[in-house]
């Protein structure tokens, strides 16, 4: 039998037909936002204006786009067959004032600004050149490949790289080719994809943190109609158990199908796969007033509150869960890496963006952090004593009995924990946590600055010292290293191994010597500058910024590093992921903005860099 599908209440209604006759009014006012938009269609150079009105600019013309939805399928109207009873409503009363995130900065000096916004103008520039191309070569299409100049579908056939710049665009100031790309999204048609099923995590963070980002920037309608069809496609993916846990690949045409539930046979899910939907669907159901979107979520976040004391490390959770049993004592391996990452971090942040008002989160986040802390932080055995002391990496742990192990290894993922902690440390007012998120940046600054290109590896492993007090130097303990992780017998002596291998001193291993043009480092290196205001953040990122486009830049754009041990470099490979332009140059564009561009206190961002509007200002203290 098909139940009965529940249409989203107080939602804005959407033409998926064609629109019906237009009456006199609706022309009269179509005129007048063709003569606003005709009088702030001049381009906008971001730095003739003061930035408050670059970024707010089309604010007081809403809905300049003109959009009908030709979908083939309307996933309002899907089934869903594990029906849920009663939904947990969105938490309500007067939002808690945090304490301010961001640092009160000082008026800049006239040097201190040109420098900045040369800089500033660089990353722009850069973001340009990308962008052009893909207009010209793989327009709506998921991403340009950076060196022939070719298309590739990668996520679902949407359009990810379209839907994942929409706020790059409106942030860098690309006025006339936001309003382009908005049309464009219209088109999209979410009733059929490329591929047989999709993952429903990268599609949340990329498309559906994409348009709620866009639309709480520019409150174009049409993004919304999409997101709201696309949330209700990715909300059949807690159709996938009998208990609501969503399991990580859905089946897009099964989903359809009212005889039989998107997926019978159940698996075990990784923790960020099910685990960091909560701010999208969070920002949805805000948006939108429809409760089910935040319920769904809402569930996840309870089982997450039951289940936190019950694992093998109390705190933390293992890679994998059973979706099935919800049973999280038997995982024995941890990391703050792929397949946790955005979970930990969606702690703090879905706390900042319910105004605290749903006290879960801080519960979630402050047993999980103080368990970081005591396993898996660590500092680096590295020549320099006194520079070791300043820097944290963080590895992965694994249980064998009663014993924890860490595997001094971190991955260029894992960089976000910097600014994790830093924005943890202020938002529930712990300086400890703060320092180790300032120390956690150095870390990632550190390995930039160690490796040839200037650029940090996918994964490595650096020694690490018994404790963070003191760690002299010890070339026996690193060889020892070095030998256990990637020197093999039939090697020459070891001074000719690390000499050949490039090898720092202190660094252990490079197992993944790619760059894949992540953002995670220059992530963690804004929030660091917005919370603590110290200028040498903007030398580091403008390092980081040089060498990655020195070793990435193609002709049509930029690609992934093969090896960033090698200098100078090779030309980069065909590949550039979407987050290129959503994350990682929207970071360094920011970083060299002025400190009130998307304010912490304001905004808070997803794991894809899309910023979402926190619920109120916060009171300032002190
Ligand atoms: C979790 O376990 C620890 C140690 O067993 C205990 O101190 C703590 O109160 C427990 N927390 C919760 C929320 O049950
Ligand atoms: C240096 O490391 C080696 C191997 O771990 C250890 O045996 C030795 O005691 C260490 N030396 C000092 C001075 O700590």
Not at 78 to 100: M, R
Not at 377 to 395: A, H, M, Q, T, V
Request: net charge neutral.
């Amino acid at each position: 039998m098909r139940p009965r599908i529940k249409l989203p209440r107080n939602v804005p209604t959407q033409s998926i037909a064609p629109r019906r006759k237009r009456n006199l009014t609706y022309a009269f006012i179509a005129a007048s936002i063709f003569g606003l938009y005709y009088l702030w269609s001049r381009p906008i150079d971001p730095y003739s204006v003061p930035f408050s009105q670059h970024l707010g600019w089309m604010n007081d013309r809403a809905n300049a786009v003109k959009h009908t939805i030709e979908a083939s399928y309307d996933w309002r109207k899907a089934p869903f067959h594990n029906t849920i009873k009663e939904y947990t409503p969105l938490p309500t009363g007067v939002p808690k004032s945090f304490p301010a995130i961001q640092h009160k900065f000082a008026p800049e000096s006239s040097t201190q600004k040109t420098k900045r916004e040369r800089r500033r103008m660089a990353v722009r520039n850069e973001f340009a050149r990308s962008w052009k191309s893909y207009k010209q070569y793989a327009w709506a299409q998921d991403e340009l490949a950076p060196v022939d100049g070719s298309a590739a579908e990668s996520f679902g056939g949407w359009g990810a790289t379209l839907v994942d710049s929409l706020d790059s665009l409106w942030i860098l100031g690309f006025k006339d080719d936001f309003y382009k790309a908005v049309k464009a999204v219209a088109a999209i048609d979410f009733g059929k994809t490329s591929s047989s099923s999709i993952s429903v995590f990268e599609t949340t963070i990329r498309y559906l943190g994409g348009f709620l980002s866009a639309y709480d920037l520019s409150h174009e309608k049409v993004l919304l109609d999409q997101a709201i069809q696309l949330g209700e496609m990715l909300y059949r993916a807690f159709d996938t158990t009998p208990n609501n846990m969503p399991l990580d690949r859905l089946f897009v045409e099964t989903a359809k199908d009212a005889n039989s539930p998107p997926s019978a046979s159940l698996v075990n899910i990784c923790f960020a796969c099910f685990a960091s939907l909560t701010m999208e669907f969070t920002r949805l159901a805000q948006i939108t007033q429809e409760p089910k979107y935040y319920d769904a979520v809402a569930r996840v976040t309870a089982f997450l509150d039951r289940a936190q004391n019950t694992t093998r490390i109390p705190g933390l959770f293992p890679i994998s869960v059973d979706a099935n049993s919800e049973d999280v004592s038997l995982g024995s391996q941890f990391t703050i890496g792929a397949l946790e990452d955005s979970s930990y971090e969606y702690f703090p942040k879905m706390s900042a963006l319910l105004g605290g008002l749903e006290p879960s989160y801080e519960k979630l986040w402050k047993a999980s952090a103080s368990m970081i802390d005591k396993h898996m932080l660590y500092r680096p055995l590295i020549p320099d004593s006194k520079r070791g002391s300043e820097l944290l990496f963080c590895g992965d742990v694994s249980v064998n009995g009663d014993e924890i192990t860490l595997q001094p290894e971190m991955q260029h993922l894992t960089c976000f924990v910097g600014g994790m902690f830093g924005l943890g440390g202020r938002l529930f007012s712990n300086e400890h946590h703060v320092d180790l998120g300032a120390k956690l940046t150095e870390g990632c600054i550190f390995a930039y600055k160690s490796m040839p290109s200037g650029i940090m590896p996918e994964i490595f492993n650096i020694a690490a010292c018994e404790d963070r007090i003191t760690c002299p130097w010890n070339e026996t303990a690193w060889e020892e290293g070095v030998r256990r992780y990637s020197y093999t017998r039939t090697h020459k002596d070891f001074q000719t191994f690390v000499a050949e291998e490039k090898l720092p001193r202190g660094f252990t291993y490079i197992r993944d010597k790619r760059y894949l043009l992540r953002p995670e480092a220059i992530e963690s290196v804004l929030i660091m500058y917005r919370i603590t205001g110290y200028e040498e953040y903007l030398d580091h990122a403008w390092d980081m910024f040089t060498s990655i486009v020195e070793a990435t830049k193609t002709s049509f754009g930029n690609g992934q590093v093969y090896n960033v041990m090698e200098y100078p470099p090779a030309t980069p490979e065909n590949k550039m992921e979407s987050f290129w332009l959503a994350e990682t140059l929207k970071y360094f564009y920011l970083i060299f903005s002025p400190p009130d561009m998307i304010s912490l206190d304001e905004w808070v961002f997803n794991t894809e860099a899309h910023p979402f509007r926190r619920p109120a200002l916060v009171k300032i203290k002190g």
